[in-house]
């Protein structure tokens, strides 16, 4: 099980669409202080559907969508997806060589998951990943 891409949108300092490719080898990510390195962690530990607010370096839940800037207005919404070869079958036959889930978070506070676009529940997705050493 190797991942192959973290898709950003709305999330904390990533307001606009941002996707990191994880090519075969290693991959760093640098950047001065300040801008979101640390954030890319919380997105992986949020879209595995981390429900801590205090591990995601926050007060509320909301905190994870866009504010806004002076020249940016706030999002409505936050969304993560994690791509995952599953080539080797770590995460079962069921879902296909390539696994996708997806966390979405609305200022309402209603809530997705989705494994390869289908809706599902925080439970689902604890369950695919249980006994991967991943959660």
């Not at 949020?46 to 940016?72: A, C, H, P, Y």
Request: without cysteine.
């Amino acid at each position: 099980m190797k991942l192959k891409k973290l898709e950003l949108y709305g999330f904390k300092s990533f307001a606009q669409r941002t996707e990191i490719v994880f090519d075969e080898g290693i991959t760093g990510i640098v950047g001065p202080n300040g801008s979101g390195k640390s954030n890319i962690g919380d997105a992986v530990r949020w879209v595995l559907g981390e429900q801590s607010t205090k591990t995601l370096r926050g007060n509320k839940m909301e905190d994870v969508i866009f504010s806004g800037t002076k020249t940016r207005k706030a999002m409505g919404f936050a969304a993560v997806t994690l791509e995952i070869n599953n080539e080797t079958g770590e995460l079962g036959d069921a879902y296909g060589a390539v696994v996708s889930v997806t966390r979405k978070l609305y200022r309402s506070g209603d809530s997705e998951y989705r494994i390869n676009g289908k809706n599902v529940r925080l439970k689902d997705v604890t369950e695919l990943f249980m006994d991967t050493g991943t959660v």
